[in-house]
């Protein structure tokens, strides 16, 4: 069947119909962790899809089905006439019609009927609730909430919480819920006098950050659970809504707070009303949705479903990838990326230790920026004083031009790893694909760009002899990954063809003048990481006559419009369209302030019109350019982009 995808929460929805296709888990998946919310429907107006056509489509996606267990709205698994739909849909909310639904999370409804679905961002509320309520948030991120509720024998058709003791937990006797119950750390129940059950749950997480899904960057926090629908909601001859929920420790909700956090919800929700046969796939990891009121009849139908099963059309790596590789999908694995440079920073002992005081635990490093000892210092302080552990660091450093020979990689490494201090880097990469003459360690270090006589003397390398060198790092447990840096598509294909070990991460200049999409692009196909230096554009280069100050970012309409839309800084802005780019901005600065401000990212998000107009701004204009410096600085013509 052909079907329409339209983004929901950006504007008018109707105006915003991304494409026409057949349905697959590849752009479903994609769609879903970067729209966060979708309308779907039948491209044929005059054919809207059906109960059967949802199943249908459930089943082929081939996602994680989650049976609707524990939630308090009561519901009807509804037969289908299509294989493999057993127990997967069942009815929404059937509680009536002047009942209130709360906002809570759920994946997907389509409608029969018509009616009116308000939808809100779950990171918006997170945002609100961190500024206005700051101890409030802070309680929820260290407690969790527990939810308390009186469940009777039978559903109650006249609840919005009426579901019952028995279909909450999918069992049929007493015992089977007990056993059930029983095995939940931190959960108490009580049966009452007239046979209905009260549960206080165990702590569960109200807030959560939510890093990555199938592969695309999200890295926001996210209200996530259910405290104002139960403040508002929970409410029946059985239930006070008022004592619905609490603090995982026990404490009491303060009441003015959520009423507060509920009446703006309530002001900010986008509401979105059926046509039949729509289909609302919602990513409740980022969204929240409520059922406004409504009169007549109205019937939706709902499933849940998680991560993509495996599927044979799916490849980890890009078909024209090399076959003998050791890869792993895990090296995409980031928690946090926030990333501190070490690039021309003041007193770097210092300021590493301050980054990584202030959150960091991401450091890149390099050879050639002359500071690793420093580095070094400063990142055993914050070990030291117990800021963090080791495990907890990803340390990444740089092979220089000058050692490219293989049998110089070992000895550049190991000169790294004692300035540094470690053992061990996290990440190792080719710095340039650039071989310039050997310098001695002992001569000069770091060599920079010139030999002992001053000059900058590039030589004849087998490149693919310096990879394999590389390799023995990892073998001999000196590097955890390998990679590259300002390497192009060609560049990488020539390690690709006869790499064991496959690159981890590309490093390279991007930022709204250099967008370099196609090279991220083609990196991503092959499983490696982007990480990109310069995120801000020319701010760094205008002291080093690389970039004049008529080209700082920082002063862009574009940049402006949208950090006073959004009330971040336009450094933030810039930051966060490189993490919604899927990569992994490597940013820099002696002040506390703005370490602390470069690592605010997470409470807000761009839309799809904030990241094209970010995008427009492109120019391909590289401030970091070997074929431009060296020949100015060193009289040697050295291109490697061209």
Same mark, same amino acid.
């Given at each position: 069947?052909?079907?329409?995808?339209?983004?929901?929460?950006?504007?008018?929805?109707?105006?915003?119909?991304?494409?026409?296709?057949?349905?697959?888990?590849?752009?479903?998946?994609?769609?879903?962790?970067?729209?966060?919310?979708?309308?779907?429907?039948?491209?044929?107006?005059?054919?809207?899809?059906?109960?059967?056509?949802?199943?249908?489509?459930?089943?082929?996606?081939?996602?994680?089905?989650?049976?609707?267990?524990?939630?308090?709205?009561?519901?009807?698994?509804?037969?289908?006439? %299509?294989?493999?739909?057993?127990?997967?849909?069942?009815?929404?909310?059937?509680?009536?019609?002047?009942?209130?639904?709360?906002?809570? *999370?759920?994946?997907?409804?389509?409608?029969?009927?018509?009616?009116?679905?308000?939808?809100?961002?779950?990171?918006?509320?997170?945002?609100?609730?961190?500024?206005?309520?700051?101890?409030?948030?802070?309680?929820?991120?260290?407690?969790?909430?527990?939810?308390?509720?009186?469940?009777?024998?039978?559903?109650?058709?006249?609840?919005?919480?009426?579901?019952?003791?028995?279909?909450?937990?999918?069992?049929?006797?007493?015992?089977?819920?007990?056993?059930?119950?029983?095995?939940?750390?931190?959960? @108490?129940?009580?049966?009452?006098?007239?046979?209905?059950?009260? %549960?206080? &749950?165990?702590?569960?997480?109200?807030? $959560?950050?939510?890093?990555?899904?199938?592969?695309?960057?999200?890295?926001?926090?996210?209200?996530?659970?259910?405290?104002?629908?139960? #403040?508002?909601?929970?409410?029946?001859?059985?239930?006070? $809504?008022?004592?619905?929920?609490?603090?995982?420790?026990?404490?009491? !909700?303060?009441?003015?707070?959520?009423?507060?956090?509920? +009446?703006?919800?309530?002001?900010?929700? %986008? &509401?979105?009303?059926?046509?039949?046969?729509?289909?609302?796939?919602?990513?409740?990891?980022?969204?929240?949705?409520?059922?406004?009121?409504?009169?007549?009849?109205?019937? %939706?139908?709902?499933?849940?479903?998680?991560?993509?099963?495996?599927?044979?059309?799916?490849?980890?790596?890009?078909?024209?990838?090399?076959?003998?590789?050791?890869?792993?999908?895990?090296?995409?694995?980031?928690?946090?990326?926030?990333?501190?440079?070490?690039?021309?920073?003041?007193?770097?002992?210092?300021?590493?230790?301050?980054?990584?005081?202030?959150?960091?635990?991401?450091?890149?490093?390099?050879?050639?920026?002359?500071?690793?000892?420093?580095?070094?210092?400063?990142?055993?302080?914050?070990?030291?004083?117990?800021?963090?552990?080791?495990?907890?660091? #990803?340390?990444?450093?740089?092979?220089? =031009?000058?050692?490219? =020979?293989? @049998? +110089?990689?070992?000895?550049?490494?190991?000169?790294?790893?004692?300035?540094?201090?470690?053992?061990?880097?996290?990440?190792?990469?080719?710095?340039?694909?650039?071989?310039?003459?050997?310098?001695?360690?002992?001569?000069?270090?770091?060599?920079?760009?010139?030999?002992?006589?001053?000059? !900058?003397?590039?030589?004849?390398?087998?490149?693919?002899?310096?990879?394999?060198? !590389?390799?023995?790092?990892?073998?001999?447990?000196?590097?955890?990954?390998?990679?590259?840096?300002?390497?192009?598509?060609? *560049?990488?294909? @020539?390690?690709?063809?006869?790499?064991?070990?496959?690159?981890?991460?590309?490093?390279?200049? &991007?930022?709204? +003048?250099?967008?370099?999409?196609?090279?991220?692009?083609?990196?991503?196909?092959?499983? !490696? $990481?982007?990480?990109?230096? &310069?995120?801000?554009?020319?701010?760094?280069?205008?002291?080093?006559?690389?970039?004049?100050?008529?080209?700082?970012?920082?002063?862009?309409?574009?940049?402006?419009?949208?950090?006073?839309?959004?009330?971040?800084?336009?450094?933030?802005?810039?930051?966060?369209?490189?993490?919604? $780019?899927?990569?992994?901005?490597?940013?820099?600065?002696?002040?506390?302030?703005?370490?602390?401000?470069?690592?605010?990212?997470?409470?807000?998000?761009?839309?799809?019109?904030?990241?094209?107009?970010?995008?427009?701004?492109?120019?391909?204009?590289?401030? =970091?350019?070997?074929?431009?410096?060296?020949?100015?600085?060193?009289?040697?013509?050295?291109?490697?982009?061209?």
């Amino acid at each position: 069947m052909k079907l329409i995808y339209t983004r929901l929460l950006e504007g008018d929805c109707q105006n915003k119909v991304l494409l026409a296709n057949d349905f697959s888990q590849a752009e479903f998946v994609e769609l879903l962790a970067t729209s966060k919310a979708l309308l779907i429907r039948s491209k044929d107006e005059t054919l809207p899809l059906t109960i059967d056509d949802f199943a249908s489509i459930i089943v082929d996606l081939n996602l994680k089905h989650y049976p609707y267990e524990g939630g308090a709205a009561p519901r009807r698994i509804v037969p289908v006439n %299509v294989e493999g739909g057993n127990n997967l849909i069942y009815t929404a909310n059937e509680a009536p019609a002047d009942q209130l639904i709360p906002f809570h *999370h759920e994946l997907a409804q389509p409608s029969e009927t018509g009616g009116e679905t308000a939808l809100i961002d779950s990171t918006l509320v997170y945002r609100y609730v961190s500024e206005n309520f700051p101890e409030f948030m802070s309680k929820l991120k260290q407690y969790g909430a527990r939810y308390v509720r009186t469940l009777p024998l039978e559903d109650d058709m006249t609840s919005p919480i009426g579901r019952s003791v028995f279909n909450t937990y999918q069992v049929k006797t007493v015992e089977e819920v007990e056993a059930k119950l029983n095995s939940i750390l931190g959960l @108490q129940y009580t049966w009452l006098p007239d046979g209905c059950l009260r %549960v206080i &749950s165990e702590p569960v997480p109200a807030v $959560r950050f939510i890093e990555e899904q199938h592969g695309h960057s999200i890295f926001q926090w996210a209200f996530h659970n259910s405290v104002i629908a139960a #403040f508002v909601g929970w409410e029946d001859t059985r239930n006070d $809504r008022k004592k619905a929920v609490r603090f995982g420790n026990n404490d009491e !909700m303060d009441e003015s707070v959520l009423a507060d956090i509920a +009446h703006f919800m309530e002001e900010k929700k %986008v &509401s979105y009303r059926w046509e039949k046969g729509d289909f609302f796939a919602i990513n409740n990891r980022l969204v929240m949705h409520s059922r406004n009121s409504y009169t007549g009849v109205r019937r %939706v139908y709902a499933a849940m479903f998680g991560d993509a099963l495996a599927n044979d059309k799916n490849k980890d790596i890009h078909p024209n990838s090399a076959p003998q590789v050791e890869f792993s999908r895990t090296s995409f694995k980031v928690t946090d990326p926030s990333t501190f440079g070490c690039w021309r920073i003041d007193d770097p002992e210092e300021t590493v230790y301050q980054a990584i005081k202030n959150g960091y635990r991401r450091i890149d490093s390099a050879c050639d920026y002359g500071n690793e000892d420093a580095t070094g210092r400063g990142i055993k302080k914050a070990i030291t004083e117990g800021i963090c552990t080791r495990s907890e660091l #990803f340390i990444t450093t740089k092979l220089w =031009n000058t050692y490219h =020979n293989a @049998q +110089h990689v070992a000895p550049a490494m190991t000169k790294s790893l004692q300035d540094l201090g470690l053992d061990y880097v996290d990440e190792y990469l080719i710095h340039f694909p650039i071989s310039m003459q050997f310098v001695p360690f002992e001569d000069k270090y770091p060599p920079e760009w010139t030999n002992l006589e001053g000059k !900058m003397v590039i030589v004849s390398n087998n490149i693919n002899d310096t990879w394999r060198a !590389m390799e023995d790092l990892v073998k001999g447990g000196k590097a955890i990954h390998i990679g590259l840096s300002n390497f192009n598509c060609q *560049h990488i294909r @020539q390690i690709l063809s006869i790499a064991k070990i496959r690159p981890s991460t590309l490093q390279i200049e &991007s930022h709204p +003048h250099l967008s370099q999409e196609k090279l991220i692009r083609f990196a991503r196909e092959q499983g !490696m $990481r982007v990480s990109v230096f &310069s995120p801000m554009g020319a701010t760094s280069y205008i002291s080093l006559n690389m970039a004049k100050k008529k080209e700082m970012l920082f002063d862009d309409k574009v940049i402006l419009v949208l950090a006073k839309k959004h009330k971040k800084s336009p450094a933030q802005i810039m930051l966060r369209w490189a993490i919604q $780019r899927n990569t992994i901005p490597i940013s820099k600065s002696s002040s506390e302030n703005r370490m602390k401000e470069n690592r605010q990212l997470f409470d807000f998000y761009l839309t799809d019109d904030d990241m094209k107009s970010v995008r427009s701004l492109n120019i391909n204009k590289r401030y =970091n350019d070997p074929g431009e410096f060296s020949e100015a600085a060193f009289e040697t013509f050295c291109p490697i982009y061209e």
